[in-house]
């Protein structure tokens, strides 16, 4: 599986909407960041081995999308931080790790 990048607004509200039906699973990246590129790492490791395939796979960069990033921590009522994972359904926070708790060995435990 792969995770696809949002930018827009529009994009995360779709997304945030969608949680409804599907799990969403966002990362918000920060590609300043050596921590977020060891999460970005451990994030495609899972999607690569053992994704659970009812869930989308969402990737934020933080710096680029800042607005979107914003709002996503609105949205779901979650402070900010980079790297972070949130797993959304039916319109709220289900789940999140930041930094070195991104991990495939997470993700594993609580997606799967």
């Known amino acids: 599986m792969e995770w696809k ?3 827009t607004l529009e994009e995360w ?14 990362l918000k990246h920060s590609t300043t ?10 994030y495609n490791d899972y999607l690569k081995n053992t994704p659970n395939h009812d869930l989308d796979y969402t990737l934020v960069k933080v710096i680029e999308s800042r607005a979107v990033s914003n709002k996503i921590a ?3 009522n979650v402070k900010h931080e980079s790297p972070q994972i949130i797993f959304v359904k039916d319109k709220s926070k289900y789940w999140t790790a930041s930094h070195w708790a991104v991990t495939t060995e997470h993700m594993n435990a609580v997606l799967n």
């Open 74 to 76: 609105e949205d779901v």
């Open 13 to 26: 509200d779709s997304i945030l909407e969608n949680s409804i039906k599907r799990g969403q699973v966002i």
């Open 33 to 42: 960041c050596p921590v977020s590129a060891n999460a970005l790492q451990e």
């Open 5 to 7: 990048e949002i930018k």
